[in-house]
């Protein structure tokens, strides 16, 4: 009987622990996955619609340019030489100053010169007092001559010494004009207003007559932009030409704020077969002075305003091995992609065939969509915080 009990206790004792263990597995569970939060999911749930922000496309009027690379070119460029050979005596502007037209620039010495006309003004007069007595003794032989007092011989030999003397006035006029000019020469003035180069005669050098160049100078205002449009090109600023002036913007390499105006003023007249491009050059006015000869440059042509052009926002452009692309909000609020062709950009906007005007694109969130992804627009308001 003992043993019968010490059985039936240990039975009961077990039966007590395995109830208190499964009652405290029961109740650590619940508290686990109250603490958690996590549920058993149902399956079969359509994923959460992830907001975007979104814009219009924007129809508008914009101007068609076309763009080439291009060099400055002077309108007038000369070396500055004297026409009469002499010592350079002083050089009135230092090298690269700016002159205008009529500047004495260099000064030669004018002392043979000065000489010379010296002596052709004194040739002058003395063939001057010549010839004004030869003129009065003709006079005087006219009355003579009619009351026969002076032989015809004599009075045709007065004529003559009194034409003599005034053709020999004249020679002696014509050589004091020429030693005035000589005189001049050594005087050496800008041409027409420019900019001067670095000196190639220095006080005291002896310059032959049309022999040495002193200096350079180049026309900076106005100045040329010549540029190669291509023959494919030539149809559109012949249509440009014909309706007006055609207008071109300048502006340096890596520099997008300093820009030049000026109007397109010649056309070459032959299309260089070995290129198909063809001459053309710009007038601009360049006031500053800052554009300088032989630059590189570039040349937009406004050929034409083109109207009802559909733009996109730059940003929303992406770019994958087929091309550009923007993702659209669809009609079933999902992503979709549209293939497009870039035009002409204007600041944040950009042209672009493909799209249509009622379409929403999306700007924003690019990197976490993707085809038939289900997207929420955000407001105007929102997506410009």
């Given amino acids: 009987m003992k043993i019968l009990k010490l059985i039936l206790a240990t039975v009961v004792v ?40 979104t ?3 924007v129809k508008k009027t ?121 005189l001049s020469y050594t005087e050496i003035r ?32 106005p100045i040329y932009v010549t540029f190669n449009p291509s023959e494919r090109d030539l149809g559109e600023i012949a249509a440009a030409r014909a309706a007006g002036t055609v207008s071109v913007e300048v502006s340096l390499p890596g520099d997008g704020k300093t820009t030049y105006a000026g109007e397109l003023t010649f056309i070459d007249n032959a299309i260089d077969p070995q290129t198909g491009t063809i001459t053309a050059r710009a007038t601009i006015e360049n006031a500053d002075l800052s554009l300088l000869p032989g630059q590189y440059v570039r040349a937009r042509l406004k050929v034409k305003d083109e109207p009802d052009v559909l733009m996109v926002p730059q940003a929303a452009v992406g770019s994958s091995q087929l091309g550009k692309f923007v993702y659209v909000v669809g009609k079933d609020g999902t992503v979709q992609r549209k293939d497009i062709q870039l035009g002409t950009a204007e600041g944040e906007l950009v042209a672009a065939t493909g799209v249509e005007e009622s379409d929403q694109i999306i700007t924003g969130n690019l990197q976490k969509i993707g085809v038939g992804m289900p997207v929420q627009p955000l407001p105007a308001s929102v997506a410009s915080k």
């Fill in 55 to 57: 814009a219009g496309v």
């Fill in 62 to 182: 914009i101007p068609l340019f076309l763009d080439y690379s291009a060099r400055t070119e002077a309108v007038k460029s000369v070396a500055l030489q004297a026409k009469v050979g002499g010592f350079v005596v002083e050089q009135l502007f230092p090298d690269g100053s700016d002159v205008k037209a009529g500047d004495l620039l260099y000064r030669l010495d004018p002392r043979d010169y000065q000489a010379a006309l010296d002596q052709t003004k004194a040739a002058v007069a003395r063939d001057e007092a010549a010839a004004e007595y030869a003129k009065a003794t003709a006079e005087r032989s006219t009355s003579l001559v009619k009351s026969g007092s002076l032989a015809k011989d004599t009075f045709d030999e007065r004529e003559s010494t009194r034409r003599q003397s005034e053709s020999a006035l004249a020679v002696s006029r014509a050589a004091e004009q020429a030693a005035e000019l000589n």
């Fill in 14 to 53: 077990l039966v007590l622990a395995v109830a208190a263990d499964m009652f405290w597995r029961h109740q650590g569970g619940e508290e686990t996955v109250a603490a958690t939060g996590d549920a058993p999911q149902q399956g079969g749930q359509a994923p959460q619609a992830m907001p975007v922000p």
């Fill in 190 to 221: 800008a041409p027409f207003d420019g900019r001067l180069g670095r000196n190639q005669a220095p006080v005291g050098t002896l310059i032959a007559a049309s022999g040495g160049t002193l200096n350079t100078l180049v026309q900076l205002s």
